[in-house]
C-alpha cells in the first residue's frame, strides 16, 4: 500500500537553530498538508499546498516557517530559528482528493533545546 | 466554540461491546467528515468518511451522520483490546482544511 515517508524520524536541535523535516507524498497524490502534534495536544494544521503554492496556512504558520516542494517527489518543512515551544511532532500529509481522506506519514519528532 | 468538540474520555468498554464515539462540529457548511485513529507515539490512520446523513458500514465499524444536528458518530462492534487508542475526529471545512477534535481515548478490557 503505498505511504508517506518522513525523515528524520527523531531531530533534536538547539534553540535558534534551523531544522528540515522532509517528506515524500504518494506519487500521484496532488496535494499536501503539514501538521504538527504537541505531546498530549490535538493534532494540528500548518499549512497546505497545491499546485506549487501555498493554499492555506494557520496561525501557527509565521514567517518562521516556510514550505518547498523542491523536485518532483519531496515536500519540505522548514523552521528557521527554533524555539522550544516548537517541540512537537510533525505529521506530512498528502491527499490524491479533497474528499478522500488523508495518508499521514509516520511523523517527524522534533526536540528543541 | 471549538470548531470540532469530542469528549476526551476514557471510554472504557469490556472486549466484545460496543464503542460509540461522538463528535459535534461548528461550521455548516462542511461536507466532509473523517475518524481516524491513532495508537500512542504513532500517526493518524483513517478508518472512516462519510459524506451524506445516514449510516455508513465497514466491517466492524458504523459511522454516523446527522448534518442537521452537526453530528458524527463511530460505532465498533465487537470491541478488542487491540481496537484501544485516541479516535480523531476531523472535519473537512469549505476552504480544503482538515480540522481535528482532541480526540476520544478508547480503552478496551478484556
Known amino acids: 500500500e503505498p505511504e508517506v515517508t518522513q525523515t528524520p524520524s527523531h531531530q533534536v536541535t538547539q534553540m535558534g537553530q534551523e531544522v528540515i523535516l522532509r517528506c515524500v507524498p504518494i506519487s500521484n497524490h496532488l496535494y499536501f498538508y503539514w501538521y504538527r502534534q504537541i505531546l498530549g495536544q490535538k493534532v494540528e494544521f500548518l499549512v497546505s499546498f497545491y499546485n506549487n503554492e501555498i493554499s492555506e496556512k494557520s496561525e501557527i504558520f509565521d514567517d518562521q516557517f516556510s514550505v518547498e516542494r523542491p523536485d518532483g517527489s519531496n515536500f519540505t518543512l522548514k523552521i528557521r530559528s527554533t524555539k522550544l515551544e516548537d517541540s512537537a511532532m510533525y505529521f506530512c500529509?498528502?491527499?490524491?482528493?479533497?474528499?478522500?481522506?488523508?495518508?499521514f506519514g509516520s511523523g517527524t519528532r522534533l526536540t528543541v533545546v | 466554540q471549538k470548531e470540532v468538540e469530542q469528549n476526551s474520555g476514557p471510554l472504557s468498554v469490556p472486549e466484545g461491546a460496543i464503542a460509540s464515539l461522538n463528535c459535534t462540529y461548528s461550521?455548516?457548511?462542511?461536507?466532509?467528515f473523517f475518524w481516524y485513529r491513532q495508537y500512542s507515539g504513532k500517526s493518524p490512520e483513517l478508518i472512516m468518511s462519510i459524506y451524506s446523513n445516514g449510516d455508513k458500514e465497514d466491517g466492524r465499524f458504523t459511522a454516523q451522520l446527522n448534518k442537521a444536528s452537526q453530528y458524527v458518530s463511530l460505532l465498533i462492534r465487537d470491541s478488542q483490546p487491540s481496537d484501544s487508542a485516541t479516535y480523531l475526529c476531523?472535519?473537512?471545512?469549505?476552504?480544503?482544511?482538515?480540522?481535528f477534535g482532541t480526540g476520544t481515548r478508547l480503552q478496551v478490557f478484556p
Open positions: 476531523a472535519v473537512l471545512r469549505p476552504n480544503d482544511k482538515l480540522i
Open positions: 461550521d455548516r457548511g462542511s461536507q466532509s
Open positions: 500529509a498528502s491527499s490524491g482528493g479533497l474528499i478522500l481522506g488523508y495518508t
